[in-house]
């Protein structure tokens, strides 16, 4: 082979090095437009239509969401996102934060709690809410346990008062979620220089003063992405609520992800439906852009 074709060969072993991860990558970056972005744009024109069961592109303006916000069923789906999501968050960080503080004590069957409080993590939605769907049936989960050791007059109704419905849901949430955020804050945990504690203990201090005045205070990122990851959680929550409370009684357990799928795949109204998913996203947007605008300024101060 001659200078010339080895140095061709060499400038195209070159150029192919240098192309070949945009290559290999471009098909999950056009996926990723298309199905994602792409997606999302369309739903948000959608949302513009007067669509009903099948998609119409004409413009109507924002007839859809003065309608949305005129619903008294969005109303509730709201209210319940607000009690769910609150009550989901504050016990899974709180539950959480005090199983990771346990578990950082290192004790001796640490391995074995630590999988048992992560398994819950390993199960899909839907087998969790068809787990706590038979625990809390009045007819044959815990009622009927609890009335059969003895205790006649008691009642545990939730799952079908539409009142307290929305707790059941809550129930199974943190049942499932907080072994993750036990391992978010765990990890938190591990990272901190055992410097800290000896030289806190030589002064005198308790080991309860020391997370409460010491540790806990220098774990803020971990406390700021774990009510981000279970904010996301909470607003996109669908399975849960469809296999344990079906949005009822009524629709007194509704979240907005099982109103915009009733609207949308059920009731024919796919311009209603999607208008309801645009201010869902809206709402996980708000929750996102903040956390990656936090992320970014402090890794430039970094």
Same mark, same amino acid.
């Not at 948000?44 to 413009?59: D, F, H, Q």
């Not at 008691?154 to 943190?174: C, H, P, Q, R």
């Given at each position: 082979?001659?200078?010339? %074709?080895?140095?061709?060969?060499?400038?195209?072993?070159?150029? /192919?090095?240098?192309? =070949?991860?945009?290559?290999?990558?471009?098909? !999950?970056?056009?996926?990723?437009? #298309?199905?994602?972005?792409?997606?999302?744009?369309?739903? @948000?024109?959608?949302?513009?239509?007067?669509?009903?069961?099948?998609?119409?592109?004409?413009? @109507?303006?924002?007839?859809?969401?003065?309608?949305?916000?005129?619903?008294?069923?969005?109303?509730?789906?709201?209210?319940? =996102?607000?009690?769910? +999501?609150?009550?989901?968050?504050?016990?899974?960080? #709180?539950?959480?934060?005090?199983?990771?503080?346990?578990?950082?004590?290192?004790?001796?069957?640490?391995? @074995? /709690?630590?999988?048992?409080?992560?398994?819950?993590?390993?199960?899909?939605?839907?087998?969790?809410?068809? @787990?706590?769907?038979?625990?809390?049936?009045? +007819?044959?989960?815990?009622?009927?346990?609890?009335?059969?050791?003895?205790? !006649?007059?008691? !009642?545990?109704?939730? /799952?079908?008062? &539409?009142?307290?419905? $929305?707790?059941?849901?809550? $129930?199974?949430?943190?049942?499932?979620?907080?072994?993750?955020?036990?391992?978010?804050?765990?990890?938190? =945990?591990? %990272?901190?220089?055992?410097?800290?504690?000896?030289?806190?203990?030589?002064?005198?201090?308790?080991?309860?003063?020391?997370?409460?005045?010491?540790?806990?205070?220098?774990?803020?990122?971990?406390?700021?992405?774990?009510?981000?990851?279970? &904010?996301?959680?909470?607003?996109?929550?669908?399975?849960? #609520?469809?296999? =344990?409370?079906?949005?009822?009684?009524?629709?007194?357990?509704?979240?907005?992800? *099982?109103?915009?799928? *009733?609207?949308?795949?059920?009731?024919?109204?796919?311009?209603?439906?999607?208008?309801?998913?645009?201010?869902?996203?809206?709402?996980?947007?708000?929750?996102?852009?903040?956390?990656?605008?936090?992320?970014?300024?402090?890794?430039?101060?970094?």
């Amino acid at each position: 082979m001659t200078n010339e %074709g080895r140095q061709t060969g060499m400038r195209f072993a070159g150029s /192919l090095q240098r192309y =070949l991860p945009r290559i290999v990558l471009s098909p !999950t970056i056009l996926s990723a437009v #298309v199905f994602i972005y792409g997606f999302i744009m369309w739903t @948000a024109w959608i949302s513009l239509t007067n669509s009903g069961l099948l998609p119409r592109y004409k413009l @109507a303006g924002f007839l859809q969401y003065v309608k949305l916000f005129q619903n008294d069923r969005w109303w509730v789906a709201s209210r319940n =996102l607000a009690i769910f +999501g609150s009550l989901f968050i504050f016990f899974c960080v #709180v539950f959480g934060l005090i199983l990771a503080i346990l578990l950082d004590q290192r004790i001796r069957v640490e391995g @074995a /709690l630590r999988t048992i409080y992560l398994y819950p993590m390993a199960l899909s939605f839907i087998v969790t809410g068809t @787990a706590w769907r038979w625990m809390l049936n009045p +007819g044959f989960g815990l009622e009927r346990l609890v009335r059969e050791m003895g205790f !006649t007059s008691f !009642t545990f109704d939730w /799952l079908v008062n &539409s009142k307290m419905s $929305i707790y059941t849901i809550v $129930i199974a949430g943190v049942w499932q979620s907080t072994g993750f955020v036990m391992a978010l804050f765990l990890a938190g =945990l591990r %990272g901190i220089d055992d410097s800290i504690i000896r030289a806190a203990q030589v002064d005198g201090a308790s080991l309860p003063k020391i997370y409460w005045r010491i540790i806990i205070p220098t774990m803020r990122p971990v406390f700021f992405s774990a009510v981000i990851i279970m &904010s996301h959680i909470a607003i996109k929550s669908f399975d849960l #609520v469809m296999v =344990l409370t079906r949005g009822g009684p009524g629709y007194s357990s509704d979240l907005p992800a *099982t109103f915009m799928y *009733t609207f949308a795949f059920t009731r024919n109204r796919l311009a209603f439906g999607a208008a309801s998913a645009i201010i869902m996203f809206m709402a996980v947007m708000s929750i996102i852009v903040p956390y990656l605008y936090s992320e970014l300024r402090i890794k430039r101060n970094g």
